[in-house]
């Protein structure tokens, strides 16, 4: 098991931004088959599409799906060279449709940036039902939070911090506790 660096944070469990991620969690599994899905029904390679979101995905130019699809895509490719597809047309409302009808796989992927920073995420990493994040500038992560209980207190709602800072001593304590632990199955297993 890796471990993660300080600065570290972990989630609240009583945050939204906690309940969030643990509806991510298989996030990427069930959108691999949500994909192959609508790769099968389409006719292209599912390695091929690019997911931004229910509304806005499309496929690399140097792409066979590009050349396939290329009537539906608009004509500029977006900064990561991705053509995404024409919102009027009709694979477009049909994949973005089939897409909107998994919750699991909708969700706002910028959330992560909005608790900890833009672009200062290094890693995170799920111990038990504790989820951990290493950060690569603290200040950064906690002038975040700090507007965001300002502005909650503003509006007069309650504010859950959603990460707290954690020592990295005790983190890695609880890294070996969870090795520990995973090794005392794998010899009750074993016997």
């Known amino acids: ?5 300080a600065p570290l944070y972990e989630v609240d469990q009583e945050s939204i931004f906690y309940k969030h991620s643990l509806e991510k969690r298989d996030y990427h599994e069930k959108l691999s088959m949500v994909i192959g899905e609508i790769a099968e029904a389409y006719g292209f390679n599912g390695n091929d599409f690019r997911y ?13 799906a590009y050349d396939l699809t290329q009537e539906h895509l608009v004509k500029n490719e977006d900064r990561n060279g991705v053509y995404a597809f024409r919102k009027s047309s009709k694979p477009y409302k049909d994949i973005s449709a089939r897409l909107l009808s998994v919750p699991e796989i ?7 940036h909005d608790v900890f920073g833009s672009n200062n995420l290094i890693a995170s990493q799920w111990v038990g039902d504790r989820l951990f994040y290493g950060v690569k500038d603290a200040s950064q992560t906690e002038d975040v939070v700090a507007k965001r209980a300002a502005s909650a207190k503003e509006h007069g709602k309650t504010y859950v911090e959603p990460v707290v800072k954690i020592d990295h001593k005790d983190y890695l304590k609880l890294i070996i ?7 005392e199955e794998k010899s009750a297993v074993a016997s």
Do not use: R
């Open 1 to 5: 098991m890796q471990t993660l660096d």
């Open 177 to 183: 506790a969870a090795l520990e632990e995973k090794e």
């Open 106 to 112: 909708n969700f706002n992927p910028f959330e992560v």
């Open 52 to 64: 931004y979101g229910p509304y806005k995905f499309g496929f690399l130019g140097s792409s066979d």
